[in-house]
Structures are given as structure tokens and as C-alpha cells.
């Protein structure tokens, strides 16, 4: 595949075909990852290749963020665990240009990934048996996908190129707008997996615009569609489904 349309094809995959990912494929991910660049050669990498169900079972109840857990960990038929020994201050960046690899080498052998950074690296440590002196940048799920999201909007190649200095542009307010739409697909996410609860529901204090993001949004909320009446009942099926399939934001997560 010509590499301009591979980087353009891979997009963050959070619901898989239930079949498994043969072993030769899992193994040229890893083989892509450990030709990336590392400071100085240092190649402080690891990967733990998970396909167990049980395994992936505890690893997926590691892996959240403000209480909000991720299924595509459990559902996924396997998932890569990035190790790196500290050996330099910067090996923590050296396995994500590895993860990088993995990804786009995925995307061309017709698999589907989903990078994932919240969880508890101390639990992922214990669950895996992994030595002092590693940590874990990150979990890549891979899998046959069962649906591939369409291309998000991307920011205009003309409003991030700076020549020669920044000139004084800051981050706008687009790019808070778009973090705080992240946040609520993932929270509708998590209201459409679970079931309705009889009863009205007790009245919560709604987080206040910018909270997440250390008030760097408008004071003035963001408008949010209303959820849909079968938003909390059960997604049918074996597989884990995004409230937005048609309109993905292919965040990592």
C-alpha cells in the first residue's frame, strides 16, 4: 500500500470480528515495531503479546480513565503491552514511535488497532509479571475489524505549519471544543453499555465547561445533543459498539 494513503487509512478500531489474529501477524507487528528509532540504539522495548481470555479479562479491568473502563481491551482477540526498560530518559518516547509502527504495519495487513494509554500501570505490572525497572507506555488492542470508522476531520495543514518561529499562535479554542466532544462520545460510550435502571434517576451536579481541561474552555457550555431514548439499554451482540460509529472521532484510548 502506497504510504500516504496507509497513514490515512489507519484509524483507532474499538469493535473486532470474534475470530482470532494468527500468530505470524501478531509477530510482523512486532517485527515493524523494533525497526523504529531509539536513542541511541538503545532499543529498550518489550512486547507482551496477550491472546488468553482471562488474561485479557484482568488487563481490560486495568484499563481506565475517570472511571471510565474500556471493553475493546476485553473484546479485542489480542493486545500488544508495551514494555520499556529505563535505560534513558527517553525510552518512554522511543516505544511509542515503536507503537506507531505497530499500528500502520496493522493497518496494512487489513487489521484494525486502537492505541490505549489510561489504565493502571502498577496493576498491568503485577497482572503480567513485569520486572522493576520497566514501565508500560501504553496497550494496543488488534483484531479483524468489525466496523471501520470513517476519516475524522483533520485540522488544516495551513493552521499547523509555523516557518522558521511560532509567530505567537496559541492552541484555539477549536482544539478544547474538539477534546470536550472526545470526552462526552466516551461518556455516552459508557452510558450505552450499560442497562436502564428503574426508577428516576438521582440528580447529579454537571461538571462545569473546561473541567478536564483546567478551565481553558469558555465559561459558555458546549451544546450537546440529548441522548437517545435506547441510549442505556443494552448494545445487542457479542461486540463492544461506539455510540457514534458514523461519526468517530478516532481518538486513542
Known amino acids: 500500500m502506497d504510504f500516504s494513503q496507509l497513514v490515512k487509512q489507519r484509524r483507532s478500531v474499538r469493535h ?78 522511543d516505544c511509542l514511535l515503536a507503537a506507531q509502527n505497530i499500528m500502520l504495519q496493522a493497518t496494512d495487513l487489513g487489521l484494525g488497532t486502537c492505541y490505549v494509554g489510561g489504565f493502571s500501570q502498577d496493576a498491568v505490572r503485577a497482572l503480567l509479571s513485569i520486572p522493576e525497572g520497566y514501565i508500560v507506555p501504553g496497550l494496543i488492542t488488534v483484531g479483524y475489524p468489525a466496523n471501520v470508522p470513517p476519516a475524522p476531520d483533520k485540522r488544516p495543514l495551513t493552521e499547523i505549519i509555523h516557518t522558521n518561529t511560532f509567530k505567537g499562535r496559541g492552541v484555539g479554542l477549536s482544539a478544547h471544543k474538539r477534546a470536550w466532544q472526545a470526552f462526552w462520545k466516551i461518556v ?61 472521532d478516532d481518538t486513542t484510548a
Not at 512486532?30 to 479479562?57: C, G, H, Y
Not at 486495568?62 to 475493546?72: E, N, Q, V
Request: charged share 25%.
Open 188 to 248: 455516552r460510550g459508557k452510558a450505552a453499555g450499560r442497562p436502564a435502571k428503574a426508577g428516576p434517576e438521582p440528580e447529579t451536579e454537571a461538571l462545569p465547561p473546561g473541567a478536564l481541561l483546567g478551565g481553558a474552555l469558555s465559561s459558555k457550555p458546549l451544546e450537546e445533543e440529548s441522548l437517545p431514548p435506547d441510549a442505556l439499554l443494552e448494545p445487542p451482540g457479542d461486540l463492544w459498539r461506539h455510540p457514534d460509529e458514523s461519526d468517530d
Open 16 to 93: 473486532y470480528e470474534i475470530r482470532p489474529v494468527e500468530e505470524s501477524l501478531l509477530r510482523q507487528l512486532v517485527e515493524a515495531a523494533r525497526w523504529a528509532p531509539s536513542a541511541l540504539n538503545m532499543q529498550p522495548w518489550e512486547f507482551i503479546i496477550v491472546t488468553d481470555p482471562e488474561i485479557k479479562r484482568q488487563l481490560g479491568d486495568t484499563a481506565a480513565i475517570l472511571g471510565i473502563k474500556w471493553p475493546h481491551v476485553k473484546a479485542a482477540p489480542a493486545v500488544i503491552v508495551i514494555c520499556a526498560k529505563k535505560t534513558s530518559t527517553y525510552a518512554r518516547d
